[in-house]
């Protein structure tokens, strides 16, 4: 059954169901409204970036949805990006940064994954000065204060 | 959308996840935003322990002073690994703290003052615990030296004082019999016990009890448990008392520190271990996860164990004398129970057999082809299964598999070319039990790993499995839509080329990792290697 998602800028887009529900936002929308060809907002979302989420979700629509699992620990967990995903991953900065809040607000879990990882790989070996320069990130501390966080954490600088 | 990534705490949160410790550091001061969320990521644990020589740095290697106390909200765990600052100790107002871990110092110490510089730890240990009782959950006391450490009450008394215990790991320790009773107290509210080298000295067991209905405990092993020359048996008995008075147990694992290094024949402990908790009356209706992994008792023995388990879900018995006595007790219809389906007078009798998901068989020398098949045809519920040699033979005279949610499967498929090398055996007849064992194989949809060489045989070369290729059925594993990696080490004598490789890489979508010499020809091999390769399959010739 195909379903159709509507823009920010009010463009639409039919997908099919299995597709739409790689996000549990509108997977719950339509789970609450039930049987019904009525178009699903997302006002959060603009077309371009739309069109990636959905791309992605094609690409991926048969993975097994993936279960949260409460005692996973941080430091087991893979950072392997698939090959497919690095590809798609492969655009300008605020794309990146779109498709992270557009996989955030539609809950699409394994896209967040993803995504957090590539601005991982970003910030991977860079002082905190290249760090703010890679994302135009203002420094608020006072001089002051970032000496006494240094100090305060300079045992872990080591590690 | 206005806002950044950067801007929602929990998206930061999930990117410092992928970031190694010394990148989460950095961006401790990129911004204050960045600092609120990756302060409680680096204070997380604290290992506690001396600069070793390869240390360099002027910085210190844990934090003390005002910045300790400034931070330590955000301390989770302390590791003290050789380093014991009375500072520390007397830390109060952690308000996060949940695992406290102790081991001992890399410095040779003399006889005469371990017991001194032991029982002061201990106490300041204890202090901490207790200071920090109502958030503690995992505690560890790894106290190996070259003597075995003596805990005081005091340490005894102060973790029975946490109500939220969680796991419990205590090695190389002896614990003295009048401490028994705290012991057990503080065991039955932990959800999980590990012992490993533990020693119970001087208990008289009857007058320790424990209140069953408030116990906890779960999960237990039991690992390197000391037994020998010495104790004559007590300790492995003792244990075994111990054990049987947590009636909500559901998992135990017990496994024997060598016994080879002791005067005692080998399995003889871990027989006495069994035979104490096994004894009238049963009190383990829950269990059901067992591992007795090298257990050198004998198939009698275990057979009457598992007569014990009404609901067994994952047995490990790898490199024990498993054998038809045991596989009959796991089939014996009469310890089989009731279960309710459905209306309350709907009842059907749920074979044994039928629960376990997870069994490991590997290196049990008296386990057949047609014991493995049997398990096979049988044990519908099985996901994950490792055993030893199973030949096309066997899988032709049997029946059809019911293992149909299987995931894992690690066996020696062996495939009769095998059992008549150099004796021209029918090849007609071959390729046939080939196919038949082939097409159980596709019956497995759910399979994601597959390892048709498993076992210790130490010559390359004198395995052989299936042929995997197209002609000889590997074409009938195209429903295997879940594989992730396919094993075949030990076996030169396969024939795989460009097609099998192209086949792989269309009808295994999820597939990954490929272990085994595919073509003897090199040319063959590199052309095979590279097809998959440049689909981000690995391809490896060893695990």
Known sequence: ?159 | MSARPFDIPEILDLIGKSLPYKDQVNCLRVSKAFYGVFISDVWRTISVEPKSRNYVSSNPIYPTGWALERNKEHIQAIEFQGDYPQEYFGLRGCRHLQTLIIRPPTIHLRIDLQATWEKNIFIAFANLTSAHASTVRNVTIDFYMDLMAYPPRELWIALNKCPILNQLHLTTLVVLGEHMSTLLQVCSKAQSLILEFVIIQDWTSESDEIHADHCRLRNVKIIRAADGVGYKGSNSQNQAKIIRRFHNLQSLEYRIKDDSLHSREPGVSATDFIKTLTQDPWLLHKLEDLNIKSAQVQDEIIAGFLDKIRNLKALNVSDTPFGPMSLQALFNENTSTLVTFGPADCQRRRKVWESIATLDLGNCRNVTGDMIQRVLENCSGLTQFLAGKITTIDIARGKDWTCRNMTTMKIYLATERDLHRGKGGDNSECSKQQRIAYSRLATLTKLRVLNLTEGNIPEIGSMKTLDLNLKAGLRMLSMLKELRELMFLRDTYQHMGVAEARWITKSWPHFSSLAGIANARRKTRGAFNAILNSKNIIVKYRT
């Open chain 1, 1 to 159: 059954m195909p379903v159709t998602l509507v823009s920010l800028d009010n463009e639409n887009y039919v997908v099919d169901k299995e597709v739409a529900e790689r996000s549990i936002l509108i997977k719950n929308m339509l789970e609450d409204v039930g049987e019904t060809d009525s178009p699903i907002p997302l006002p959060n979302v603009t077309s371009t970036v739309l069109k990636k989420v959905i791309e992605y979700c094609e690409h991926h629509r048969n993975d097994p949805i993936q279960v949260p699992d409460e005692t996973d620990d941080p430091r087991k967990r893979s950072n392997d990006i698939e090959e497919w995903d690095m590809k798609f991953m492969q655009v300008d900065q605020e794309m990146l940064f779109e498709i992270i809040l557009a996989a955030n607000y539609l809950d699409i879990k394994p896209l967040l994954d993803v995504g957090c990882k590539t601005v991982a790989n970003i910030i991977k070996g860079k002082t905190p000065e290249e760090i703010r320069k890679a994302f135009n990130i203002v420094n608020d501390f006072t001089p002051e204060e970032e000496a006494q966080i240094r100090k305060e954490n300079e045992w872990a600088e080591d590690r």
